[in-house]
């Protein structure tokens, strides 16, 4: 079986990946996983980009099918912040409690009707052969008042989704992976994936 490296040191994310891509005729393995130890600028203007840089820099070192994915919280009212810069927002990169803080604060005065956001994802998918596959995902929301939820990463516990009456960290794996932007853009490479495979 091929092994398909997914290049990001997020655990959550590893967890969801593996959660939505585990009937693929892949070996899926993370970064830590294989002891590869990498930090890549994510300075592109789109996430596209920055998921490209992060899959060619990985699969330079490992030689193998690499996977990465850029994804971010664009806000109607800040005029699509904090887009692709999501992740750093509050400025440490990866402090989920300083940029839900920092999203809190913008929006305080903010009402609800006006607190309209999605969330976007690209994934990226590069061969060792020069072979790429692109997908992207996204879904509507709004932002909350407050956290609510214990599940998820980064600002789920910020997005709250009407249909459920829940924030992405109250929704539970198995409701948040079918409906959010990540997992479409994943079911759109699994799709992707199996037609590559059936062709072989």
């Given at each position: 079986m091929n092994t398909l490296l997914i290049a990001t040191k997020n655990q959550g994310k590893v967890k969801e990946i593996k959660e939505?891509?585990?009937?693929?005729?892949?070996?899926?393995?993370?970064?830590?996983?294989?002891?590869?130890?990498?930090d890549v600028m994510e300075d592109g203007d789109t996430y596209e980009?920055?998921?490209?840089k992060?899959?060619?820099?990985?699969?330079k070192i490992s030689g193998i099918p690499t996977m990465a994915d850029d994804s971010g919280l664009e806000i109607d009212?800040?005029?699509?912040?904090?887009?692709i810069y999501s992740?750093?927002?509050?400025?440490?990169?990866?402090?989920?409690?300083?940029?839900?803080?920092?999203v809190l604060e913008l929006m305080k005065d903010i009402p609800y009707d006006k607190r309209s956001a999605?969330?976007?994802?690209?994934?990226?998918?590069?061969?060792?052969?020069?072979?790429?596959?692109?997908t992207?995902?996204?879904?509507?929301?709004?932002?909350?008042?407050?956290?609510?939820?214990?599940?998820?990463?980064?600002?789920d516990p910020l997005f709250y989704v009407p249909e459920y009456n829940k924030t992405f960290a109250?929704?539970?794996?198995?409701?948040?992976?079918?409906?959010?932007?990540?997992?479409?853009?994943?079911?759109?490479?699994k799709e992707k994936l199996k037609i590559a495979c059936s062709t072989n």
């Open positions: 939505i891509l585990w009937d693929l005729p892949y070996l899926i393995k993370s970064l830590e996983e294989l002891k590869i130890d990498v980009e920055n998921a490209l992060k899959a060619e820099v990985a699969l009212a800040l005029g699509g912040a904090p887009g992740a750093r927002f509050a400025g440490v990169h990866g402090d989920s409690l300083k940029n839900n803080n920092k999605k969330f976007v994802a690209a994934v990226v998918l590069l061969y060792p052969d020069g072979r790429k596959i692109v992207r995902g996204e879904i509507d929301g709004y932002i909350a008042n407050e956290p609510a939820g214990e599940n998820g990463f980064g600002y109250e929704l539970g794996e198995n409701i948040k992976n079918k409906i959010s932007h990540r997992g479409k853009a994943l079911r759109a490479l």
